[in-house]
């Protein structure tokens, strides 16, 4: 079976087995950068261990595109990948055994997240009030950007809400689009509330998307990072941000407020608890600065 009709039929199941969107597209870019350095008219039964040693060993799978070193953890998600595309192979008794069967993970350390001061926090919101004055584009970012920086909620979850996944009575929203494609209860708060009800009768939207680009499409997260990007523009913020560094101040601020972990947890839809530990590490720091003053 060639390469490129095995990768086809891999991804099709994935999609079959209700992995995300997100998900299936991040492994059809990395079979495709495997199945472009393999060849495209490679068969998947003369793969051998050495194939991938050698894949794995070429700046094709340690390079981006950009001309940037990947970082281990980028690589390690590279072998996960082939692991499961080989595997899956097995399975469907397309091959005998894998021929990813000795490739093993970098080591990596924990990254730390990247939080927004308060400083910086209180000069986004600064700068979304003036955006929001500008026109509807504008009015519609500060009620995303908030809604991301009081809820946790991810870039992709957010922008795939409809109308009809708001509860605003009840100050919830129904998140459809989480890792593994798991549903999860979001708790709004009154402002973010205040600012969806009036962004939705500016729109006088009852249905589809709750955000829009000017086109009145759903907004697409390149969009969405690019007027992030801008914002930080006028924030003033220089260093190297993200919009999921929203998400990540959210469980910050949270951790802080209750000190407790479970709590964070359960608001980030964190599957494990050993995931949200990483914002121990971050609060820790205040701990540092409390007492040596």
Same mark, same amino acid.
């Given at each position: 079976m060639l390469l490129t009709t095995a990768a086809r039929r891999f991804l099709t199941q994935l999609e079959a087995d209700g992995r995300s969107p997100l998900t299936v597209s991040v492994y059809r870019g990395e079979l495709g950068r495997f199945t472009h350095?393999?060849?495209s008219r490679k068969h998947a039964e003369a793969i051998r261990p050495d194939?991938?040693? %050698? #894949?794995?060993? /070429?700046?094709?799978?340690?390079?981006?595109?950009?001309?940037?070193?990947?970082?281990t953890r980028t690589v390690n998600r590279t072998r996960t990948v082939i692991r499961l595309f080989? %595997? #899956?192979?097995? /399975?469907?008794?397309?091959?005998?055994?894998?021929?990813a069967r000795l490739l093993r993970n970098g080591r990596t350390g924990r990254p730390i997240p990247t939080v927004l001061s308060r400083d910086e926090e209180r000069e986004i919101r600064g700068a979304l009030d003036l955006v929001a004055k500008k026109n509807e584009i504008g009015r519609r970012d500060r009620v995303?950007?908030?809604?991301?920086?009081?809820?946790g909620m991810r870039l992709t979850a957010a922008l795939a809400l409809d109308v009809q996944d708001l509860d605003l009575a009840q100050c919830t929203a129904t998140s459809r689009s989480g890792k593994n494609g798991r549903t999860q209860e979001v708790f709004l708060t009154r402002d973010v509330v205040r600012l969806l009800t009036r962004h939705l009768k500016a729109q006088a939207a009852t249905t589809g998307p709750v955000f829009r680009s000017s086109l009145g499409r759903?907004?697409?997260?390149?969009?969405?990072q690019y007027r992030f990007?801008?914002?930080l523009v006028s924030a003033?913020?220089?260093?190297?941000?993200?919009?999921?560094?929203?998400?990540?101040?959210?469980?910050?601020?949270?951790?802080?407020?209750?000190g407790d972990l479970r709590v964070v947890q359960v608001a980030l839809g964190h599957r494990h608890l050993g995931t949200t530990e990483v914002y121990a590490s971050v609060s820790d720091r205040d701990v540092q600065r409390a007492i040596s003053r």
């Amino acid at each position: 079976m060639l390469l490129t009709t095995a990768a086809r039929r891999f991804l099709t199941q994935l999609e079959a087995d209700g992995r995300s969107p997100l998900t299936v597209s991040v492994y059809r870019g990395e079979l495709g950068r495997f199945t472009h350095w393999a060849g495209s008219r490679k068969h998947a039964e003369a793969i051998r261990p050495d194939t991938i040693a %050698g #894949y794995m060993t /070429d700046p094709a799978s340690r390079v981006s595109p950009d001309g940037t070193a990947r970082s281990t953890r980028t690589v390690n998600r590279t072998r996960t990948v082939i692991r499961l595309f080989f %595997g #899956y192979l097995v /399975d469907r008794g397309t091959l005998r055994q894998s021929p990813a069967r000795l490739l093993r993970n970098g080591r990596t350390g924990r990254p730390i997240p990247t939080v927004l001061s308060r400083d910086e926090e209180r000069e986004i919101r600064g700068a979304l009030d003036l955006v929001a004055k500008k026109n509807e584009i504008g009015r519609r970012d500060r009620v995303l950007f908030t809604l991301l920086l009081r809820s946790g909620m991810r870039l992709t979850a957010a922008l795939a809400l409809d109308v009809q996944d708001l509860d605003l009575a009840q100050c919830t929203a129904t998140s459809r689009s989480g890792k593994n494609g798991r549903t999860q209860e979001v708790f709004l708060t009154r402002d973010v509330v205040r600012l969806l009800t009036r962004h939705l009768k500016a729109q006088a939207a009852t249905t589809g998307p709750v955000f829009r680009s000017s086109l009145g499409r759903r907004l697409s997260a390149r969009q969405a990072q690019y007027r992030f990007r801008e914002l930080l523009v006028s924030a003033g913020i220089e260093r190297p941000v993200t919009v999921h560094s929203l998400r990540h101040t959210f469980a910050t601020r949270l951790r802080e407020k209750t000190g407790d972990l479970r709590v964070v947890q359960v608001a980030l839809g964190h599957r494990h608890l050993g995931t949200t530990e990483v914002y121990a590490s971050v609060s820790d720091r205040d701990v540092q600065r409390a007492i040596s003053r």
